[in-house]
Nanobody, 123 residues
């Protein structure tokens, strides 16, 4: 059974930075898609960034230029470096993976999810 565990969330001032991590177990194939999503209460889960099975990276418009997704294959870990944080980035952030290499922005296309880590950027 795949387990994804996020960490690194917390409160941060507007304009600050935070790095989220997602530890996967057991060791996962490098040929699968892994993504970050976020969700605010009362709203749909929103795709943020992804690394596909070929290592190609993509970002939501809201994340471009501010967030950096990376995957440490040796440590079986996914990261999300978030810079220039804004109050509207406040959300629960989730790590997700698929059993295939192609990435999608739809949450229903993902097979495994972590429990989430809260990021709060006070206004």
């Amino acid at each position: 059974q795949v387990q994804l565990v996020e960490s690194g969330g917390g409160p941060v001032r507007a304009g600050g930075s935070l790095t989220l991590s997602c530890a996967a177990s057991p060791v996962m194939s490098s040929a699968i898609c892994m993504s970050w999503f976020r969700q605010v209460p009362g709203k749909e889960r929103e795709w943020v960034a992804a690394v596909d099975g070929d290592g190609r990276i993509s970002y939501a418009e809201s994340a471009k230029g501010r967030f950096t997704i990376s995957r440490d294959y040796a440590r079986n870990t996914l990261h999300l470096q978030m810079d220039s944080l804004r109050p509207e980035d406040t959300a629960m952030y989730y790590c997700a993976s698929r059993t295939a290499g192609v990435c999608y922005t739809l949450p229903t296309m993902y097979n495994y999810w972590g429990q989430g880590t809260q990021v709060t950027v006070p206004s």
